[in-house]
């Protein structure tokens, strides 16, 4: 069985760990058009849940895994230079590019071929074989290779965000709202190392415009976040990796896959970095492939009707939870009108799925100050 991988990151590296694992003779190739080293943005977040089945469905790589990781209980929503703790909601981060490091070393000593700056301008560019996996990311060159059998539909949001690092440190997984003449911000910022955070800046698009970020360069634009957030960097700067101003597009396909070809992660859709879940699902989607080829050996098209029988009906729910949080952010100016509890409350229960009841139950404290400013109110 011969199975070509298209991208290295953490979809593609997993998939290609446990499948050679799993098939030792099996061929396992990975195709990968940037350097090993170079990676975008800076770092990535785990939910405990997400963490949970990475420990129950392939246990030796969470034990290896869970000694990089930076971690904390709680999460913080910062509004009016107000803290409001969340209790039980806890999180976990990593750098991109020493979790995909960490995958890289794992795939070379299972036996898996990897091979660097190697573009493919067309699927005939790939060696003959059973099955090619398109991991190449949102904007994924296999889906556009068979883009009218896959189709994908794309919703792009109207904020706009830069993913940016910083010296400063933080205590947890952090929201923290500003307001200035040009109008609303808000970071999501949460540390991935020892050293080094996250810090990604987004605002509406009006607020955008005002405040020059359409035609400010790269340095300017980095200054004028810092002038933003100067209360929460403590006089650290803020640093670039292709850190542009983008939008984010929330993507789905109706087919996922096309004859032996198949998507996963972010290629397959992509999840609003707001509920941390990208790599998470990648991370599934790749278990699921791998399981999917235990139940049906090498018949591939037994594999790839198990694979989504298994994971569509859960990949739609989180992508429709995912899609009520992107659209949260997208009426961020009517947010900022909002109390700090009353923000932190409206932004917990923002996707619909988590409950008075639930909200009780994993975060006693946090629901015992909502209900308390509530009976206040009445």
């Given at each position: 069985?011969?199975?070509?991988?298209?991208?290295?990151?953490?979809?593609?590296?997993?998939?290609?760990?446990?499948?050679?694992?799993?098939?030792?003779?099996?061929?396992?190739?990975?195709?990968?058009?940037?350097?090993?080293?170079?990676?975008?943005?800076?770092?990535?977040?785990?939910?405990?849940?997400?963490?949970?089945?990475?420990?129950?469905?392939?246990?030796?790589?969470?034990?290896?895994?869970?000694?990089?990781?930076?971690?904390?209980?709680?999460?913080?929503?910062?509004?009016?230079?107000?803290?409001?703790?969340?209790?039980?909601?806890?999180?976990?981060?990593?750098?991109?590019?020493?979790?995909?490091?960490?995958?890289q070393?794992l795939?070379?000593?299972?036996?898996?071929?990897?091979?660097?700056?190697?573009?493919?301008?067309?699927?005939?560019?790939?060696?003959?074989?059973?099955?090619?996996?398109?991991?190449?990311?949102?904007?994924?060159?296999?889906?556009?290779?068979l883009?009218?059998?896959?189709?994908?539909?794309?919703?792009?949001?109207?904020n706009?965000?830069?993913?940016?690092?910083?010296?400063?440190?933080?205590?947890?997984?952090?929201?923290?709202?500003?307001?200035?003449?040009?109008?609303?911000?808000?970071?999501?910022?949460y540390?991935?190392?020892?050293?080094?955070?996250?810090?990604v800046?987004?605002?509406?698009?009006?607020?955008?415009?005002?405040?020059?970020?359409?035609?400010?360069?790269?340095?300017?634009?980095?200054?004028?976040?810092?002038?933003?957030?100067?209360?929460?960097?403590?006089?650290?700067?803020?640093?670039?990796?292709?850190?542009?101003?983008?939008?984010?597009?929330?993507?789905?396909?109706g087919?996922?896959?096309?004859?032996?070809?198949?998507?996963?992660?972010?290629?397959?859709?992509?999840?609003?970095?707001?509920?941390?879940?990208?790599?998470?699902?990648?991370?599934?989607?790749?278990?699921?492939?791998?399981?999917?080829?235990?139940?049906?050996?090498?018949?591939?098209?037994?594999?790839?009707?198990?694979?989504?029988?298994?994971?569509?009906?859960?990949?739609?729910?989180?992508?429709?939870?995912?899609?009520?949080?992107?659209?949260?952010?997208?009426?961020?100016?009517?947010?900022m009108?909002?109390?700090?509890?009353?923000?932190?409350?409206?932004?917990?229960?923002?996707?619909?799925?988590?409950?008075?009841?639930?909200?009780?139950?994993?975060s006693?404290?946090?629901?015992?100050?909502?209900?308390?400013?509530?009976?206040?109110?009445?």
């Amino acid at each position: 069985m011969r199975i070509n991988i298209v991208g290295a990151g953490p979809a593609g590296l997993l998939f290609s760990l446990l499948i050679k694992r799993r098939f030792p003779a099996w061929r396992v190739q990975v195709f990968e058009q940037n350097p090993w080293d170079a990676t975008f943005g800076f770092g990535v977040v785990f939910s405990q849940g997400a963490l949970a089945f990475l420990e129950r469905d392939v246990p030796d790589l969470h034990k290896q895994l869970a000694v990089r990781l930076e971690s904390w209980p709680m999460q913080r929503i910062v509004h009016r230079d107000e803290q409001v703790d969340i209790d039980g909601n806890g999180f976990s981060a990593i750098g991109r590019l020493e979790l995909n490091q960490f995958l890289q070393e794992l795939c070379l000593g299972a036996g898996v071929g990897t091979e660097y700056e190697r573009a493919i301008a067309s699927l005939d560019d790939l060696p003959s074989c059973d099955l090619v996996v398109g991991a190449d990311g949102a904007n994924s060159f296999v889906r556009r290779a068979l883009e009218s059998e896959f189709e994908p539909r794309v919703e792009w949001l109207t904020n706009r965000f830069a993913w940016y690092g910083t010296r400063q440190l933080f205590e947890c997984l952090t929201l923290t709202f500003r307001a200035n003449e040009h109008g609303s911000f808000v970071a999501h910022h949460y540390r991935h190392s020892p050293s080094m955070s996250t810090f990604v800046v987004e605002c509406d698009e009006a607020t955008w415009r005002r405040a020059g970020l359409d035609r400010r360069s790269d340095e300017e634009s980095r200054a004028y976040c810092e002038g933003v957030f100067a209360p929460d960097l403590n006089r650290h700067s803020l640093v670039s990796n292709k850190s542009i101003w983008r939008q984010f597009p929330l993507l789905a396909n109706g087919r996922w896959s096309v004859g032996n070809v198949i998507l996963i992660g972010d290629a397959l859709r992509t999840m609003h970095f707001s509920i941390g879940s990208g790599t998470r699902l990648a991370f599934e989607d790749a278990i699921a492939l791998d399981r999917a080829f235990g139940e049906a050996g090498e018949d591939v098209p037994r594999m790839l009707a198990a694979f989504e029988r298994e994971r569509r009906p859960i990949v739609e729910k989180l992508h429709a939870a995912a899609n009520a949080s992107s659209y949260w952010y997208e009426r961020l100016p009517e947010k900022m009108a909002l109390e700090p509890w009353q923000l932190a409350y409206d932004y917990m229960t923002r996707s619909g799925r988590m409950t008075d009841e639930r909200l009780r139950e994993l975060s006693p404290k946090f629901m015992a100050r909502v209900e308390a400013e509530q009976n206040k109110a009445e």
